[in-house]
């Protein structure tokens, strides 16, 4: 089985990195690509950069290799107070925060990310914009369970190439929580994190630093329980047999 995962940035990606041995394919226009073999299943994951113009600049080369599954994931933000950071979260269907556009995730999917101990919801939803205020994600949760800024733009290609996919999450901030920088003004045009960019907005704000390591140590929890999570999801997908996660006290470094 090939299964295809996305992630738009390499913190994302980075325990599950630690826990698994994934070669570098290649790193074409910024756009990473790792491979590695999980129980009896080829996994490619493609680093596609944040945002919607970095997600459909990268839909070609993801798709490439025709991959049987494919996993859109990496951290979201909450929109409901029943999810905390670090809960892993399959959604039913991916919607634009306007609603103009809905996908169905892959029922039989969601249903094995529920077998293999993720939440599942009703619906993510995909904004242009980083959802930053506590107010605006209480707005949003209205509508849906969830946000990240790329999940509707690459099911869309799966769903035009035949592709069954589904879109699985891990919660890095609740919905009570205001980000603490402006992270719309940090990424490059490629969609990865511009550091000088970031420290010119603290160097403005230094208030914000300790804002800003708490987002780090949440985000690195819930991409640790999203690492663990898709190796076992995937293990379980491919039918192969139980691997020892040899690797797991690399996910506490």
Known sequence: MKVLVTFALANEFGPWRRLRHFDDVSSDAGNRTCAAEIGLADVR???????????????EKAF????????????????????????VLAARWVSDAKGVKLLHCDPELVTDADSCGARVVERFLVSEQVVATAKEKRSLGASGDAVDMESIYILGAAAHRGIRALTIRAISDGVESDLPLDFDGVFTVRGTVSVPKVIGQLVRR????????????????????????????????????????ANTEALAV
Do not use: N, W
């Open 206 to 245: 230094p208030a914000r630093l300790g804002g800003l390591l708490q987002l780090a140590r949440d985000s690195k929890h819930a991409a640790t329980e999203l690492a663990r999570f898709l190796d076992k999801y995937i293990q379980h997908l491919a039918d192969g047999p139980p691997t020892q996660m």
């Open 64 to 87: 490439e290799d025709v991959p049987d599954v494919c996993i859109v994931s990496g951290l979201s933000g909450s929109l409901k107070s029943d999810y905390r950071v670090g809960d």
């Open 45 to 59: 994951v493609v680093l596609t950069g944040a945002g919607h113009f970095a997600a459909q600049r990268s839909v």
